[in-house]
C-alpha cells in the first residue's frame, strides 16, 4: 500500500481502530521486510544500514510467538550486550514493536524474554557459542552475522539446538562481509535471500545521515559494501586492492596541468562485443594523477565510440586522445579525425602483455601517486580482479572478459606519468 493510501485510511479510523492499526506490521513493512513464501529454512536479509533489518527481524519473532508458531526462541548477536541493546531494547527491538497488551518481560539474570502466552527467548552472544550447546529451540534470530566474532562455531551450535517443532527456522539479518559462512548460505539450497540496500529506506533515515554519511561513501568500498549490501572480495594476486583504491581517493581534483582520455577500442561491433574501453585521467603540477571518468562503452559502431570519446575530450577540456591501434590499426585515427580533425590523438601500439604493461602503473598507485575522483565502481572492479595471469584469460568453459577499462586507464596513466618519466630518465643517462 503506498503512503498516500495509507494515509487515507487512517484518517478513516476512530481513535481505538487506528491504535491496534499501530501494531498491524504487515500493513506498515515493506514488502523486503516480510517472510518469504515457500518451505524455506533459513531467511537471509542481506541489507545495507538503515535497511530496516532489525525492525524486520523483530517482526518475525512477534509473528511466531503471537501465532503460536515458536515456543523456544534463540536471539543472537556478536556480543551478549548487542543481543539486549539493539534486539530487545532497541528502537526497533522487540520491547518496541510488541503491542502493551502482549508485551514479553526481559530478565537480565536469565537472559530471556518471556512473553503472556509463555514463548521465551533467550540471548546468546556469538563470541560464547558454548553457550548454545544444550538448549533447544524452535526458531532463531541471528543479527549481523558477518560480525560475529566465532561465527562458523556459534552458527554450528545454533543449528545442533534448532530441534523443536515441526519447522525450525532461522532468520538471518546482516550487512555482508566476504565471511566464509555467509558466502555458504548465500550460495545454500535451502536459504532464501533478501536483498537490499539503504536507499530502500531513505526516507525514513535522519536527513544528516543521507547529506553525510551516504555523500562520503556512495560508491566507495565500504559504501558498497555498508549501503548497497555488495559482497565485494579482493582476488588473490590482483594488482589492485579496493583499500589501496579507497585510501587515496578524493572527492574533487586538484587544478590540473594535463588531461588525456584513452581509447582501447573493440575489434568487433555488436552487443556481444568486448567493451570500448574510454578512461580520462589528468596530471596536477606536484605529479600525482587524478582518474576523472570512465566513459566505457559497448555495443556502439566504430563512429559512435568515436565521437563519445571526441564529446568527453571537449568535456573535460583535455589535451589529447591516446588511442590503441593494435586492433584498428590506422582507421582508430581516422575515425577520431572524422568526427573532430583539431583533436590531437597520439597512437601506441601494445608491443608487450596486459600484465606487464599495468604492473609500473599498479606500483604508482602503491606509491600513492594516482587518486580516484569519487567512484567508478565498474572499472574499480575490473581492476581489483585483473591478476594479468593466464586464469584471467579465456578458456573453452568459462571464456574471460576483455579487462577494456583497465586497459585505457593504463594507457591513459602511461602518457601522464610513465611516458615523461622514461623520457627524463634518457636524458640524464
Known amino acids: 500500500m503506498k503512503a498516500a493510501e495509507r494515509l487515507r485510511l487512517l484518517g478513516s479510523l476512530t481513535e481505538l481502530e487506528a491504535a491496534a492499526l499501530l501494531y498491524d506490521w504487515r500493513f506498515w513493512a515493506r514488502a523486503s521486510q516480510l517472510p518469504p513464501d515457500g518451505a524455506w529454512a533459513h531467511w537471509l536479509v542481506l541489507a545495507g544500514r538503515g535497511f530496516g533489518k532489525t525492525r524486520a527481524g523483530a517482526e518475525w519473532v512477534r509473528s511466531l510467538v503471537e501465532g503460536g508458531q515458536a515456543k523456544r526462541i534463540a536471539l543472537i548477536a556478536p556480543t551478549l550486550s548487542d543481543a539486549r541493546a539493539v534486539m530487545v531494547e532497541g528502537d526497533s527491538g522487540l520491547m518496541a514493536v510488541c503491542p502493551p497488551w502482549a508485551r514479553p518481560k526481559f530478565t537480565s539474570s536469565t537472559r530471556t524474554l518471556e512473553w503472556p502466552s509463555g514463548a521465551v527467548a533467550t540471548l546468546y552472544g556469538a563470541e560464547e557459542p558454548e553457550r548454545l550447546r544444550g538448549p533447544q529451540h524452535d526458531a532463531a534470530w541471528a543479527d549481523e552475522l558477518c560480525a560475529w566474532r566465532r561465527c562458523e562455531d556459534t552458527w554450528d551450535m545454533l543449528m545442533f539446538g534448532l530441534r523443536l517443532g515441526r519447522q525450525p527456522r532461522t532468520m538471518i539479518t546482516t550487512t555482508p562481509k566476504p565471511t566464509a559462512l555467509l558466502k555458504k548460505l548465500v550460495a545454500a539450497t535451502n536459504v532464501t535471500v533478501t536483498k537490499g540496500s539503504t536507499f530502500d529506506n531513505l526516507d525514513n533515515l535522519a536527513p544528516g545521515f543521507r547529506d553525510e554519511i551516504i555523500a562520503k561513501y556512495e560508491g566507495t568500498r565500504l559504501g558498497r559494501q555498508e549501503l548497497m549490501a555488495e559482497i565485494l572480495e579482493d582476488v588473490p594476486g590482483a594488482l589492485w586492492s579496493r583499500a589501496m583504491l ?184
Open 246 to 429: 579507497d585510501d587515496t581517493r578524493v572527492s574533487t581534483a586538484p587544478e590540473l596541468e594535463r588531461i588525456v582520455v584513452a581509447v582501447d577500442p573493440p575489434a568487433t561491433v555488436g552487443e556481444k562485443a568486448d567493451e570500448c574501453g574510454l578512461v580520462a585521467v589528468g596530471k596536477d603540477a606536484r605529479g600525482h594523477a587524478y582518474v576523472l571518468a570512465d566513459g566505457t562503452t559497448q555495443g556502439l559502431s566504430p563512429h559512435a565510440w568515436a565521437s563519445k570519446a571526441v564529446g568527453l575530450y571537449h568535456s573535460l577540456q583535455a589535451d589529447r586522445i591516446v588511442a590503441e591501434i593494435n586492433q584498428g590499426g590506422a582507421m582508430v585515427e581516422s575515425l577520431i579525425r572524422q568526427v573532430d580533425v583539431s583533436v590531437p590523438v597520439r597512437t601506441v601500439h601494445a608491443t608487450r602483455s596486459k600484465a606487464v604493461r599495468a604492473e609500473p602503473v599498479a606500483a604508482l598507485y602503491e606509491r600513492g601517486m594516482v587518486h580516484h575522483v569519487g567512484a567508478h565502481a565498474q572499472l574499480e572492479d575490473q581492476m581489483c580482479e585483473f591478476t594479468g595471469t593466464r586464469s584471467n584469460r579465456s578458456t573453452a568453459k568459462s571464456p574471460a572478459k576483455s579487462p577494456d577499462r583497465v586497459d585505457a586507464l593504463v594507457w591513459a596513466l602511461s602518457d601522464l606519468m610513465l611516458r615523461a618519466t622514461a623520457q627524463l630518465n634518457i636524458r640524464t643517462l
